[in-house]
């Protein structure tokens, strides 16, 4: 008579609850490390080699700030990410103003200015000027992004990159770029 199989007993982590084989796929690998490498150090091997280079470049760190060198704190640091659940990489906004022309409705054109906020520019203010200066409606809406930019009525291209700078010293004129035929060029 053949032997009655036995049940397959499966070891569960205690910080993802999902089998040990499957932590890699759950929601946050890095807190369930350490539960990994206590209890099945055999699973991921790879992670207990991790570990050890972490703490040399911890004792590294240390020997660094006591002013004594060693050569694993030679080595370069790589730049830190701010990473967002499902694998996505959160990136800095970097400080520029993008400056596009948009043509709708056969010649009629609206110039849209991005960024000008990071410059510290209160928006609202910066499109009553612009529509002072050029004589036009100038609004402030919320582009494709969900991010705020000011749309002027007409091709003020030209002219715009000379009042901005003139208007707000703090926005530098190497910071300024157009989008033309999809591609951004500076506009100095």
């Not at 080595?75 to 990489?89: Q, T």
């Not at 030209?158 to 004129?173: A, G």
Request: hydrophobic share 35%; glycine share 6%; with cysteine.
């Amino acid at each position: 008579m053949a032997e009655k199989p036995q049940p397959v007993r499966v070891l569960y982590c205690a910080v993802c609850s999902l089998p040990a084989e499957y932590c890699e796929f759950g929601p946050d690998l890095e807190k369930c490390k350490p539960w990994l490498i206590q209890n099945t150090p055999d699973l991921y091997p790879d992670l207990a080699e991790e570990l050890n280079s972490r703490e040399a470049d911890k004792v590294g760190e240390q020997l660094q700030s006591t002013g004594i060198s060693s050569p694993a704190s030679s080595a370069p640091k790589a730049e830190e990410v701010k990473h967002l659940p499902g694998g996505k990489i959160k990136k800095k906004d970097k400080k520029e103003v993008v400056i596009e022309k948009v043509v709708r409705n056969k010649r009629k054109c609206i110039t849209t200015v991005k960024g000008l906020e990071l410059f510290g520019v209160k928006l609202s203010d910066a499109s009553k000027k612009l529509g002072k200066k050029f004589a036009t409606g100038a609004s402030v809406v919320k582009g494709p992004t969900e991010k705020e930019q000011i749309d002027v009525q007409g091709d003020i291209s030209y002219d715009i990159v000379e009042f901005i700078t003139d208007t707000w010293p703090d926005v530098p004129e190497t910071a300024i770029f157009f989008i033309e035929d999809g591609k951004k060029v500076p506009a100095v």
